[in-house]
């Protein structure tokens, strides 16, 4: 099994966050307060990557060449799609 190298950091946190970390932990929401915190950060900068990428699909939804690339290459499989749906169907 291959371990992921670690470094210690410090934040500050809420008195109330603290409290809910030490609940939920003790409750077995994670095996540490570490596991915990990293799993909750992974998870915000999943969300945030995310965004990004939705941001930028909108950004080029509203750029007309991007549409038009959009749309022939969606004219050049119509064929395909259309076969293959001959032989699924």
Same mark, same amino acid.
């Given at each position: 099994?291959?371990? +992921?190298?670690?470094?210690?950091? +410090?934040?500050?946190?809420?008195?109330?966050?603290?409290?809910?970390?030490?609940?939920?932990? +003790?409750?077995?929401?994670?095996?540490?307060?570490?596991?915990?915190?990293?799993?909750?950060?992974?998870?915000?900068?999943?969300?945030?990557?995310?965004?990004?990428v939705r941001g930028a699909?909108?950004?080029?939804?509203?750029?007309?060449?991007?549409?038009?690339?959009?749309?022939?290459?969606?004219?050049?499989?119509?064929?395909?799609?259309?076969?293959?749906?001959?032989?699924?169907?």
């Amino acid at each position: 099994m291959r371990t +992921t190298r670690t470094r210690k950091a +410090t934040f500050n946190l809420s008195e109330q966050i603290l409290r809910s970390l030490d609940d939920a932990v +003790t409750k077995g929401a994670a095996p540490s307060k570490n596991a915990f915190v990293e799993h909750a950060i992974s998870e915000a900068l999943r969300a945030a990557r995310q965004a990004e990428v939705r941001g930028a699909w909108a950004e080029a939804s509203r750029d007309p060449l991007f549409r038009r690339d959009i749309e022939d290459a969606e004219r050049e499989f119509e064929s395909a799609d259309a076969e293959t749906a001959r032989e699924i169907g």
